[in-house]
């Protein structure tokens, strides 16, 4: 069982306001990513990281940003949320030095819901 | 077009029943291959890496065909414990980095 953590669960929140989705993993991997993904939709990458200082933006424009000040952490952070960020946001870890390198561990990820 | 293309279903089937799924990918540089599979309103979890040889665990049994840029995902003897979303992932080079690419899933419902 993979030990990687978002919370909250669900929001639902007013437009303008700035909200910050938390992820937390505890099997010390260096590598990690946050996707975005409508129901019935494919996954989008938005940002990665793949250690502490190192942030990425993914395939996918987002308005929102990311910080990896510690390995286990990486917060991801809307300045002033729109109707159009609804979406589900999951967060995920992968071990670059595991027998399977590309296996990517997701969190139960956050439903979030702009009003 | 989309990098990964699936069928997005849904497949239903009566248990016991052999079904199959097929996944075409654009970028012939891809280099590594998976199943994920996703139940409603869940993370993905991974069900099964892909080699060229193909390979089987259990009731599973994945294909690669990088000719025809083609993946295929065989379940047989269906459990009501299968529906679920199969999602075809591929590899992508860019930036310096290996990206997973994930397709839209195709939706499994197996019946009693």
């Known amino acids: 069982e993979a030990d990687i953590y978002q919370t909250p669960r669900y929001l639902v929140i007013g437009t303008g306001k700035k909200i910050t989705l938390e992820c937390s993993q505890t099997?010390?991997?260096?590598?990690m990513y946050w996707y975005q993904q409508d129901p019935g939709m494919e996954l989008h990458l938005i940002h990665y990281?793949?250690?502490?200082?190192?942030?990425e933006k993914g395939d996918l424009s987002s308005e929102s940003t990311v910080s990896r000040i510690r390995t286990e952490h990486f917060p991801l952070t809307l300045e002033s949320a729109r109707p159009s960020h609804t979406s589900q946001y999951l967060c995920a870890s992968s071990d670059p030095t595991g027998v399977s390198s590309y296996e990517q561990y997701f969190g139960p990820g956050t439903r979030l819901t702009v009003t | 077009r989309k990098e990964v293309e699936q069928d997005p279903g849904p497949f239903n089937v009566p248990e016991g029943a052999t079904v199959a799924f097929n996944c075409t990918y654009s970028n012939s540089a891809s280099q590594s291959f998976f199943w994920y599979r996703q139940d409603c309103r869940k993370e993905p979890k991974l069900l099964m890496s892909v080699y060229s040889s193909g390979n089987e665990d259990g009731r599973f049994t994945a294909q690669l065909n990088r000719a025809s840029q083609y993946i295929s995902l065989l379940i047989r003897d269906s459990k009501l414990s299968d529906s679920a979303t199969y999602l075809c992932?591929?590899?992508?080079?860019?930036?310096?980095?290996?990206?997973?690419?994930f397709g839209a899933g195709t939706r499994l419902a197996v019946h009693p």
């Open positions: 992932v591929v590899t992508k080079f860019s930036g310096g980095y290996n990206k997973l690419i």
């Open positions: 990281s793949y250690g502490v200082n190192s942030t």
């Open positions: 099997m010390g991997h260096d590598k």
